[in-house]
């Protein structure tokens, strides 16, 4: 009931910087919050930020200060800005929202389909 795509994802040098997107589609009847995760080979899956319908953030230890997690609750999107990027960053990351659609009163988590970042030279 609930697409996501992302997109924005890519190669860049250290020091770069990425604009990620992702928009949800579908029949939304409310989204309570964003979070973007990210997950590199042979890791387990992590939050990297997090962004309330009231616009409250949160971001792990690893990226405060360097990215930036952004809403826009009229087009039912979210971007992480991501700066000063590190090759620890490289990861695919993936976007989720906890949301109602129309008709159901329960909120359930939905994944995007996940974007490659690589920051290597």
């Known amino acids: 009931q609930v697409q996501l795509v992302e997109s924005g994802g890519g190669l860049v040098q250290p020091g770069g910087s990425l604009r990620l997107s992702c928009a949800a589609s579908?029949?939304?009847?409310?989204?309570?919050?964003w979070d973007w995760y990210r997950q590199a080979p042979g890791n387990q899956r992590e939050l990297v930020a997090q962004?309330?319908?009231?616009?409250?953030?949160n971001y792990a230890d690893s990226v405060k200060g360097r990215f930036t997690i952004s809403s826009d609750n009229t087009e039912n999107t979210v971007y992480l800005e991501m700066n000063s990027l590190k090759p620890e960053d490289t990861a695919v990351y993936y976007c989720?929202?906890?949301?109602?659609?129309?008709?159901?009163?329960?909120?359930?988590?939905?994944w995007g389909q996940g974007t490659q970042v690589t920051v290597s030279s």
């Open positions: 989720l929202t906890t949301a109602k659609v129309v008709g159901i009163p329960a909120e359930y988590h939905y």
């Open positions: 579908g029949s939304i009847f409310s989204i309570r919050a």
């Open positions: 962004i309330t319908g009231g616009g409250l953030t």
